[in-house]
């Protein structure tokens, strides 16, 4: 008779294998941040031919394998809250719409017939999707539950490689085939293959663009190319540019390089996604309107008239003082208050020695803090909170990128 021991050992053995982008997915998922791994398999997926997602499906999927988490390969439903999928609008409406999008696109990928020929591969990701359509408990109460198809489970299972995507960023693209780029270039920088290859079929099947459409490719350039390339520069972590290889005066290839942003890049991104979307394309073109030491400046556009100069009665009158907020509770110290100057090993240095070792990918973490102080020089007292934790974090994960991993 098996012993307790042998019993445990052998159901471990028959535990199914997932792949590094499940594991990072549920490492993620238990730090309830908003950063998220979508699993590379998925990201390389190709909308089969007529095919593609609109933007509110994509956001859809990309909330679902968010939610789903670590455990996205296994055979079980996953529940969201309307709550969280509607965003500003006040009906669920559009959510069936989504759903029902979702259920009818296919996808495919490269396979091999059962005689070990090349083949193609057709499937769907949603295999059953239940909405609930009883509003007794308010629109607040409503979820949604799908499972995602054996094909999809088993790509999500296998994944070694991920892109780890920001879910505000996510929801910030107005454009699906910017959302696409964003997804391709996420996995490259954490590949650290900055440079991605292909040719106009390859981009259309990549990003879901009907052969139909934006047929001559100075439009495709400015509708596609130039607005990912714009909101992703806003929105990513990272920023892009590509190149164009013709034959004669047809664009036959194109080479994009995904490049990651600076540790104050990455802070001005950090100030974009929590700002409102409303003035996001008017900030991206320049044509905002600023503070000007007491004018309205926008973008380059003159000055407003100078303000008349203060009566000497206003002059006169005594200054208010400054309303100072109340000071913090004694012992309170909150997190990511500033940087420390020595070891992050300390007690002052928790949180940030936590970060390194999550995103530093396997180097020194006091090493990376040197190169980080050096790097940020003066700006660095100038952080705290939010910013601070994410311009290191931007650091670590540059650092990686650029350097490698440790032998």
Known sequence: MATAEEIIVDDEERQPEVGRAM???AALSAKRSDDFAKPGKLVEVRFVRGNSLSLTASRLLALMILTAGGDAWRDMPHRLRKAD???GHKGNERISDMLEELHRTLFAEDDRSWRGKKATRRFSLIQMSREETDEDGGVEAGWIEWEFTPDARK???ESETYAVLNRQA??????SYALKLYEVGALRIHRRQPVWRTDMAGLRAALGIPPDVYKDFAQLRRKVLQTAKAEIDQLAHFRVEWSETRAGRTVVELEFRFEPKDAPA???TVDELSRHSGGRRA??????ETLVEGAVAIGAAERSPPLPAPSPRLAAAPAVPAITPPAAEPGAKPKFAAFPGGSLRYADGA???AIGRAYGGGWDVDL???AYRAHMGERIARLSGVKLQRSWQGFCESYVTRKGRPQ
């Open 170 to 175: 996510v929801l910030g693209f107005r454009s």
């Open 23 to 25: 594991r990072v997915a």
């Open 155 to 157: 790509l999500i299972q």
């Open 85 to 87: 999928i509607r965003r």
């Open 368 to 370: 990376i803090a040197q």
């Open 266 to 268: 990455q802070l001005g």
């Open 351 to 353: 949180e940030f020695l």
């Open 283 to 288: 900030r991206r073109d320049g044509t905002v």
